[in-house]
């Protein structure tokens, strides 16, 4: 992680893919650091995980992280297997009007 951090958009959440890639769960990067080195990932992870499709238009990835107020969600195609993730901005940029953005302060861009 130390290594790709520069190029990562977000390090909020880690995501568990199985040998072929498929979404198995996620936990949050604190869980991950707090937890005792012992501890098995499996037994950290949450196996249930919001995602979305990669086909979703970028009004429904917005709805999904607004209904589940998620900082990330990651996209998946229909074999279940991760492609990527969407940011909660990336993803409200489309549903916050453009005038709103511009009156925000800028530490929330």
């Known amino acids: 992680m130390r290594q790709t951090a520069e190029e990562a958009e977000t390090i909020f959440y880690v ?3 199985d040998e072929n890639g498929r979404l198995l769960g996620g936990l949050s990067l604190s869980d991950l650091v707090l ?3 012992k501890t098995k990932v499996r037994d950290l992870m949450w ?3 919001i995602s979305v499709n990669l086909r979703d238009t970028q009004t429904q990835v917005a709805q999904t992280v607004t209904k589940y107020n998620l900082l990330a969600v990651p996209v998946v195609d229909d074999q279940g297997r991760m492609q990527g993730i969407v940011t909660a901005d990336d993803a409200l940029d489309k549903i916050i009007p453009t005038t709103w953005k511009k009156r925000l302060p ?3 861009r």
């Open 15 to 17: 995501y568990v893919l």
């Open 35 to 37: 937890a005792d080195p």
């Open 47 to 49: 196996h249930r995980t």
């Open 106 to 108: 800028s530490m929330f």
